[in-house]
């Protein structure tokens, strides 16, 4: 079965008159639901941006404090904590990008019967984000934030561990 057959179960004629209205009102619904979806991982990606931030802090003031041995071991739980969050988000992320795929295939699907599709020409008007000149999507910028905090846990804990081998 196709997206149009699996969207689309009745046909303007068996369906009646309201058709087109109640089509642009799910429509409306719909949309509206995409922009929650895209507020909520707004949030997501706040909170963990927070959050990873606070335990990098954490870190520098340990490991600014802690010139004495022992250090590495205040580090350890931290940093793997740190790098479970970095996993948890960057799964999110993708779990939001198909999320976000999704509904706008049907977005697309359903403009196809509306007089007007906006978010199909927006889409070819920006090059359908394959011309990075025009617009890069936000989940392939999105997708590296979780693994550049990675790389800092892991500098850190480097870092961590030469001094204290050197101390």
């Not at 089509?23 to 507020?39: M, P, T």
Request: glycine share 6%; hydrophobic share 50%.
């Amino acid at each position: 079965m196709s997206l149009e057959e699996d969207l689309f179960k009745k046909s303007p004629n068996d369906y009646g008159d309201a058709y087109q209205a109640h089509l642009l009102e799910q429509y409306k619904l719909f949309v509206e639901s995409a922009d929650r979806i895209s507020q909520r991982r707004h949030s997501a990606n706040s909170f963990f941006l927070t959050l990873n931030t606070a335990l990098l802090a954490l870190l520098g003031a340990i490991l600014s404090r802690n010139s004495a041995s022992g250090a590495i071991w205040w580090f350890l739980p931290v940093v793997l904590a740190g790098m479970v969050l970095c996993y948890v988000w960057y799964s999110l992320v993708l779990s939001y990008k198909g999320l976000n795929t999704g509904k706008f295939a049907l977005i697309h699907a359903i403009e196809k019967h509306l007089p007007i599709a906006l978010f199909q020409a927006e889409w070819y008007q920006i090059g359908e984000g394959k011309d990075f000149k025009k617009y890069k999507p936000f989940s392939e910028i999105e997708t590296w934030i979780p693994w550049v905090f990675a790389t800092l846990y892991i500098v850190l804990f480097v870092v961590a561990g030469v001094q204290e081998w050197c101390s």
